[in-house]
């Protein structure tokens, strides 16, 4: 069945015992322990990355409605109103019909969705200034709590 090393010097019994303790795989303790180590780790890091990526998408939520608001007030400068409701953000892309001194695209892409997917809402009057820019984050609901993430 095996080889018969009784007839091998006693040496090469040795450097034969060495090369196969050498080619032994990983046990599945050894394994087994592997896995947990690594699943601990995720259990740590993981919920950190996450939060880290709502956060992000706040800021970009942020920093979208901080450019319209100057895009709007752009638009208010030029054409001596704010863009009216049925106009909406694509006033600042395409000139409205009755808007003379546009002197747009004020906008240098389209009106882009926010970072969850769902169009900005504008709204003229705001309810604390004059208008209003609002993503309603990544529920999408509008509560009117801080989950809104808005210009006012």
Same mark, same amino acid.
């Given at each position: 069945?095996?080889?018969?090393?009784?007839?091998?010097?006693?040496?090469?019994?040795?450097?034969?015992?060495?090369?196969?303790?050498?080619?032994?795989? #990983?046990?599945?303790?050894?394994?087994?322990?592997?896995?947990? $180590?690594? &699943?601990?780790?995720?259990?740590?890091? &993981? +919920?950190?990355? #996450?939060?880290?990526? @709502?956060?992000?998408?706040?800021?970009? *939520?942020? !920093?979208?409605?901080?450019?319209? =608001?100057?895009? $709007?007030? %752009? #638009?208010?400068? /030029?054409?001596?109103?704010?863009? =009216?409701? /049925?106009?909406?953000?694509?006033?600042?892309?395409?000139? +409205? !019909? %009755? !808007?003379?001194?546009?002197?747009?695209?004020?906008?240098?892409?389209?009106?882009?969705?926010?970072?969850?997917?769902?169009?900005?809402i504008y709204k003229i009057p705001g309810a604390?200034?004059?208008?209003?820019? $609002?993503?309603? @984050?990544?529920? %999408?609901?509008?509560? @009117?709590?801080?989950? *809104? $993430? =808005? %210009?006012?």
């Open positions: 069945m095996g080889f018969d090393t009784g007839c091998l010097p006693a040496g090469r019994r040795r450097a034969r015992h060495t090369q196969a303790a050498k080619q032994r795989g #990983f046990t599945l303790l050894e394994l087994l322990v592997v896995l947990v $180590i690594i &699943g601990m780790l995720a259990a740590l890091v &993981g +919920p950190r990355y #996450f939060a880290q990526l @709502g956060k992000s998408q706040v800021t970009v *939520a942020r !920093a979208q409605i901080d450019v319209f =608001t100057k895009a $709007i007030d %752009n #638009f208010r400068l /030029d054409v001596g109103r704010y863009p =009216t409701a /049925d106009e909406g953000l694509n006033a600042l892309v395409v000139k +409205p !019909a %009755n !808007a003379d001194k546009w002197a747009g695209p004020y906008l240098k892409k389209e009106v882009p969705l926010d970072p969850w997917g769902h169009p900005y604390k200034s004059d208008y209003a820019v $609002i993503s309603n @984050g990544p529920d %999408n609901k509008q509560s @009117g709590d801080e989950a *809104a $993430i =808005t %210009n006012e």
